[in-house]
């Protein structure tokens, strides 16, 4: 297992198109987040799937954002009608079950550019 | 007030000195602390963790945590142009153990 892997790592998409985004986790992690990040900011928290449930989504998160998780493996991410606004690393992490702390382990991101 | 506050940068230091990250955090009831490095382009990655007060060394890293003051800050001794990055700290929300609260980086340059 080489890590957690996201697909696509760059989406260049015109404004008011649906998009989506894939990530794999670690595969013996149940723990899977979804975070958006902005040149100069920190990682702003999305959403975090427990296997399958979806425990918790951002108030920040519009309704344009969907997430899921079906087999509790992998993970998409859909934003729908994209805003200039959505342009940002898409970063998915990964955590085991019952670990001594809360290290998450991140992919290497997808790129989105909304013209 | 911002939840997780750092020191924007950049911070220059010359090779081979000590580097210093200071993070502030403002919910007193927080109990572990994380710093993840992140390099131009590239994702975070966990460089240390730290619940208990006082210090914490791995290698040339070490995390001071100070729950009565608020701040956590990380030092690199022996400062390498490899450790140019911006450095990120984290603490996990008090209402729920897997949100994790970001502050902004500090990004730190070596000088060889």
């Known amino acids: ?115 | 007030q911002k939840e997780v506050e750092q020191n924007s940068g950049p911070l220059s230091v010359p090779e081979g000195a000590i580097a210093s990250l200071n993070c502030t955090y403002s919910d007193r009831g927080s109990q572990s602390f994380f710093w993840y490095r992140q390099y131009s382009g590239k994702s975070p990655e966990l460089i240390m963790f730290i619940y208990s007060n006082g210090d914490k060394e791995d290698g040339r890293f070490t995390a001071q945590l100070n729950k009565a003051s608020q701040y956590v800050s990380l030092l690199i001794r022996d400062s390498q142009p490899s450790d140019s990055a911006t450095y990120l700290c984290a603490v996990p929300l008090l209402i729920s153990n897997y949100q994790l609260i970001w502050g902004a980086g500090t990004k730190l340059i070596i000088k060889p």
């Not at chain 1, 519009?62 to 997430?67: P, V």
């Open chain 1, 1 to 115: 297992d080489t890590g957690v892997s996201q697909d696509p790592r760059h989406k260049i998409t015109k404004r008011g198109q649906n998009v989506t985004f894939r990530c794999d986790p670690i595969s013996e992690h149940n723990r899977l987040y979804w975070y958006r990040q902005t040149l100069g900011q920190g990682p702003e928290f999305l959403t975090y799937f427990q296997n399958e449930a979806q425990l918790e989504k951002s108030r920040l998160l519009s309704d344009r954002f969907s997430a899921e998780r079906p087999k509790g493996s992998f993970s998409t991410l859909e934003i729908q009608r994209t805003e200039q606004g959505d342009s940002a690393m898409y970063l998915c992490a990964s955590s085991p079950w019952g670990g001594s702390n809360n290290e998450q382990f991140f992919g290497p991101g997808t790129r989105l550019t909304v013209l």
